[in-house]
């Protein structure tokens, strides 16, 4: 197959890199994770970036961030990694629903990193003040989705129960579901 533009969310950076050896053909460009606040500004850097490098094949490794993501990807030469968002992906449909519903709040290794800016500048949590109610209201705990590609911060985790006041778990996901899903994808794109 011939090269494909895969356009990524950073959110996956790392665990991409890390697969990178298994998809030799795909060429990423990862946009800011925290265009996932602003879906508006989101489409206009896929569009953007589509205008400029024309690609015949694209393959979007993000859950359904914006509607344009969706219609998209069921056009020819276009597919699209399975799931709704990227803790989906990364835990598969019936575990990351179980445990929604089982009022966990999810935080992958790239937002973790960011956690004071999700929650201050993102989400307007600054100086922490109400976010404890507000996560209380629809979540129980935290949970650590431990892709293995970067040591678990531990230190950071601490922080994030400290301050925001839920338990935190770790859970190992693995990269298997990510990947399952690219290679599903662009098999979508070699049936085309």
Not at 69 to 82: D, H, M
Not at 154 to 159: C, G, H, Q, V, Y
Request: aromatic letters at 8%; charged letters at 30%; a negative charge.
């Amino acid at each position: 197959m011939t090269d494909v533009l895969a356009v990524t969310c950073g959110i996956f950076r790392e665990e991409l890199l890390a697969l990178s050896p298994n998809f030799p053909g795909l060429r990423p460009v990862f946009l800011d994770s925290m265009l996932h606040m602003r879906p508006e500004k989101l489409q206009d850097r896929i569009d953007e970036l589509l205008e400029v490098r024309r690609p015949a094949r694209v393959l979007f490794i993000y859950g359904d961030c914006t509607p344009r993501i969706v219609e998209l990807s069921r056009r020819p030469g276009f597919a699209k990694t399975r799931g709704i968002n990227c803790c989906e992906i990364m835990l598969g449909r019936e575990d990351y629903r179980r445990l929604r519903k089982a009022r966990v709040f999810f935080f992958l290794p790239e937002w973790t990193r960011r956690w004071r800016d999700v929650f201050e500048q993102e989400l307007g949590f600054a100086g922490g003040r109400g976010v404890e109610e507000m996560l209380s209201e629809v979540h129980d705990r935290f949970m650590y989705l431990d892709t293995g590609v970067v040591p678990v911060p531990r230190f950071t985790l601490n922080e994030i129960t400290r301050e925001l006041g839920l338990p935190m778990s770790v859970r190992e996901t693995g990269l298997s579901r990510l990947e399952a899903s690219i290679a599903d994808a662009l098999e979508e794109l070699r049936e085309g």
